[in-house]
């Protein structure tokens, strides 16, 4: 995976002769995976023009403040909103001096204001006009208020000049950018630990045209990979069949049967470090999948001959326990769909199945599943924590803040 996939960066430049190096810059960016969009002062369209920067990026580029096409498009709020990081290269004196006052008078300084984005910037100038007390005093003024600043470097000056005020490479600046999200991942709780995950219901084939499921959407297992996944962890998921889409980031491999699901988790078990079973695996299958499709055999009349078909069924391998047993060092989540006796049941699979935890729902009455929300009793071998109702990603976003809890004093004591 590239080093900046499916990340938003917005390059601004404002006007110096070191905005050549921003198209270089840009480049960088996106070979290393990331979307690119440029805002320009006026100014720096003097110095390198839109459309170079538009056809390095794929993108319009940004320059109006009060431009409705623009607007139309995606507005100077949305475009604040978009970025996952602001890098401004170059930054000239007058562009930070604008900043350090909080100047909204152009696209950029007003994007620069409405954004909680993490804004660095790229310093390039004259030696003097960087040295000034003015300059310098505006550059503490923004280190302050959380810009961070990278460069300028001594040099070698276009004015014919040698000092402090060159714009840093365009490697360097990708290079600091990797190494920015490189660290947010870094710092995550679960970074570096592989969560499995399995969702959906499963497929029991009676014949090549029908099966036996159940009611499961996915939308629970799905919303907990997506929360495992925010928190830095490499998710691996496991889906039956469903109608959504698979999270960002998260590795998914789709299965249709409970022994398919056994066999894909079985494999994944191995390399994981938490294993958290939503899926609602068929605990039985026919215990013969009939070739052809079964056909109701009729009378001259179109009477039914045989009124009544009995299928035998087969218990179906527990991939919960199989997984627990043949993998003791993985922290292990077991989910508890019950319809009655909701902890009393719930505790009884967590010492049977040999968990870590079990996570408890009422499901039926229209509870559980294919809902949207979902309430839980999460139960572990000394705790109990009760999470209400409330929809499923954010309670999946709960959820995880107490399995990663959990998994790390249960590290700690192994
Ligand atoms: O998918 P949604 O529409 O969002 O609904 C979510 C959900 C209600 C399906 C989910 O929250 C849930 O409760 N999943 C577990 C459903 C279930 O099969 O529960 P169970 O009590 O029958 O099984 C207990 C545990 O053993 C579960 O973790 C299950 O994944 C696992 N199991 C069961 C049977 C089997 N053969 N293999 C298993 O791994």
Redo the contacts with the bound molecule.
């Keep these: 995976m590239s080093a900046l996939n499916n990340k938003r960066i917005l390059i601004g430049i404002s006007g110096g002769i070191a905005a050549y190096k921003t198209a270089e810059f840009a480049r960088a960016l996106i070979k290393n995976g990331a979307e690119v969009r440029v805002c320009m002062t006026k100014a720096a369209t003097e110095f390198i023009t839109p459309l170079t920067l538009q056809a390095l990026t794929g993108n319009p580029v940004h320059s109006e403040l009060l431009d409705p096409a623009a607007e139309a498009a995606m507005g100077h709020i949305e475009l604040a909103r978009w970025a996952d990081l602001i890098m401004i290269a170059p930054a000239s004196a007058d562009l930070i001096a604008r900043l350090a006052n909080g100047h909204a008078n152009d696209l950029l300084s007003t994007i620069c204001l409405a954004t909680e984005t993490p804004i660095h910037i790229a310093p390039a100038m004259n030696r003097l006009m960087w040295s000034n007390a003015a300059t310098q005093n505006n550059c503490k003024t923004l280190s302050q208020r959380g810009y961070t600043l990278h460069g300028p470097a001594e040099g070698e000056q276009a004015c014919g000049e040698t000092g402090a005020g060159r714009m840093l490479e365009a490697q360097e600046l990708a290079d600091i950018v990797i190494a920015v999200f490189n660290d947010e991942v870094q710092s995550k709780p679960l970074f570096g630990k592989t969560v499995l995950i399995?969702?959906?219901?499963t497929r029991e084939a009676i014949d090549p045209v029908r099966y036996i499921s159940?009611?499961?959407?996915?939308?629970?297992?799905?919303?907990i990979a997506e929360a495992a996944q925010s928190l830095g962890a490499d998710v691996q998921l496991v889906s039956g069949p469903?109608a959504l889409e698979a999270p960002n980031k998260v590795t998914r491999s789709l299965v249709e049967s409970?022994s398919q699901?056994?066999d894909k988790?079985m494999n994944l078990a191995e390399s994981a470090d938490i294993f958290i079973?939503?899926?609602?695996?068929?605990?039985y299958s026919p215990a013969n999948i009939a070739d052809q499709k079964i056909k109701k055999e009729v009378d001259a009349e179109n009477v039914n001959k045989n009124p009544e078909l009995t299928l035998a069924l087969q218990t179906?391998?527990?991939?919960?326990?199989?997984?627990s047993h043949a993998f003791p060092n993985l922290f292990s989540?077991?989910?508890?769909?019950?319809t009655e006796n909701l902890i009393k049941?719930a505790q009884a699979?967590l010492q049977r199945?040999k968990l870590d935890m079990?996570?408890a729902?009422q499901?039926g009455e229209n509870k559980?599943?294919?809902?949207d929300t979902?309430q839980?009793e999460i139960i572990w071998h000394d705790g109990q924590l009760s999470l209400p109702e409330q929809d499923?990603k954010l309670l999946a976003i709960e959820l995880m803040k107490v399995i990663t809890e959990r998994f790390s004093s249960s590290t700690l004591q192994r």
């Design positions: 399995t969702a959906g219901p159940n009611r499961s959407s996915g939308k629970m297992g799905y919303a469903v409970a699901m056994h988790t079973a939503t899926a609602a695996v068929a605990d179906n391998k527990d991939i919960l326990s199989d997984v989540v077991g989910f508890a769909a019950e049941n699979k199945k079990i996570v729902n499901v559980g599943f294919d809902k979902n839980i499923k």
